[in-house]
């Protein structure tokens, strides 16, 4: 791995801390390889994380949101004096997946999303010893069936945090790859479930509810926009598209037409939203920062220019409360791509594992950005307030009072691991 200029010492402790943890990081990340689980049934894997994290002097809480498999593990310190002025020191969150995809196993490497999260935590909280602030791993059950992180964020589980990082194994060549500009794009996805009540309409209505939408599907201008199907007492309708903004329109016209078909058969309509997870808005000041320590430490990423939405991910909800980016990178050399069993066998792979460290270094530089530098960390949530301005969302900007940056008196090297206003401005522009 190679060295670079400009590293603080902080930054320096935080790489040295997760190298040195190399073989514990890959044990634990192989034995949930090893022992794959399905959503909602990481029992396993959430007690080998947060033990592993407990012992590593974090603080632990289970069950978040009802969700016996979700945890956070939490690791601070506070300046008391500097918050009787009023200063908030800063907080970042480590996301960790850990459910298996399917009966095969880990076929995208949700493995590698755990190990990575787990050296992210230890390199800050090593950096804490120099620094003031807070640090939380939110461990997010059921990431392949996009419901974990959907119910976190519904709990408000994201909202003390000033920013959500985390780092995944992607397809080579292509996929989701957010800290590459232009790409990193998701779906926004809603199932709509219409149900109608009526003396003698019910039928009729489902009909013309299914016929409407049909044609909807039809004119849309992406195939497979919307999907219809009839079900038992009602009608279920997928829905997709590129933008949030485009998926409300989306839905207010399956309204609009539930309404009319209502209406027209005397009958009353039911509508409930039961699924669906927005699209990812990457905080591109965020992957900025990760993209150049990724360059510096050597973390190999795909090069590609300009890539499709590739998929939905639960990952857009927490980007509509926090800034939100994670960094992807391939785990060959070969053409593997994810959610094939050659994906799941290069996952165990050296190559693999040495990505992973990488990937959980290039996230805890990133954090520690964001602790030691308010104003890095304002840049930041601007540009989370400008994305969600455009969607018609209004966010009231968090404040951070007091002394810029904030570090432990006793401490002569506690900066930043990059030049932090200086760096800032660069992402910025």
Not at 108 to 136: C, F, K, N, P, W
Not at 369 to 374: A, I, P, T, Y
């Amino acid at each position: 791995m190679s060295d670079f200029e400009g590293k603080s010492k902080l930054g320096q402790a935080a790489m040295r801390a997760i190298e040195s943890a190399r073989p514990d990081l890959i044990a634990v990340s192989k034995a949930l390889y090893d022992h794959p689980e399905p959503a909602f049934g990481e029992e396993l894997a959430a007690q080998q994380l947060s033990d592993f994290l407990g012992s590593s002097g974090f603080e632990i809480e289970r069950g978040l949101a009802g969700m016996p498999t979700a945890f956070k593990a939490t690791r601070q310190r506070f300046d008391s004096e500097a918050m009787r002025k009023g200063l908030r020191h800063g907080h970042v969150a480590i996301i960790a997946e850990y459910d298996a995809d399917d009966e095969r196993g880990h076929t995208t490497g949700r493995h590698l999303v755990a190990g990575a999260a787990l050296g992210s935590a230890l390199g800050l909280a090593e950096a804490l010893d120099g620094i003031y602030g807070s640090v939380t791993v939110i461990g997010c059950p059921a990431a392949s069936t996009l419901e974990g992180k959907r119910a976190l964020a519904a709990a408000g589980v994201f909202e003390p945090e000033d920013a959500a990082l985390g780092a995944r194994p992607a397809s080579t060549g292509m996929g989701f790859q957010p800290t590459i500009s232009n790409t990193g794009e998701t779906y926004a996805t809603a199932r709509m479930q219409v149900r109608f009540n009526g003396p003698a309409g019910e039928a009729e209505a489902r009909q013309r509810l299914a016929t409407s939408a049909g044609a909807m599907a039809r004119d849309v201008s992406e195939p497979g926009q919307a999907e219809v199907v009839l079900t038992e007492g009602g009608v279920e309708i997928d829905l997709r598209a590129r933008t949030n903004p485009d998926l409300d329109g989306l839905i207010a016209r399956v309204r609009e037409l539930a309404g009319s078909a209502a209406a027209e058969t005397g009958s009353t309509a039911g509508i409930e939203i039961i699924g669906g997870v927005p699209a990812f808005n990457v905080n591109r000041i965020l992957a900025r920062r990760m993209k150049t320590f990724g360059d510096n430490i050597g973390l190999k990423q795909n090069r590609i220019v300009k890539s499709e939405p590739s998929r939905a991910s639960d990952w857009g909800n927490v980007s509509l409360i926090t800034s939100t980016v994670e960094v992807a990178y391939p785990i060959s050399e070969d053409d593997v791509q994810a959610g094939t069993d050659a994906f799941m066998q290069a996952s165990v792979s050296q190559y693999a594992y040495d990505q992973m460290l990488s990937a959980s270094m290039v996230v805890a530089l990133t954090g520690l950005d964001l602790l030691g530098d308010m104003e890095f960390r304002g840049f930041a949530e601007g540009e989370l307030i400008r994305t969600l301005k455009v969607q018609g969302v209004r966010r009231t900007p968090r404040r951070w009072l007091g002394v810029h940056p904030v570090q432990p008196k006793s401490s002569s090297n506690g900066q930043s691991s990059v030049s932090g206003s200086q760096a800032a401005r660069k992402d910025r522009s």
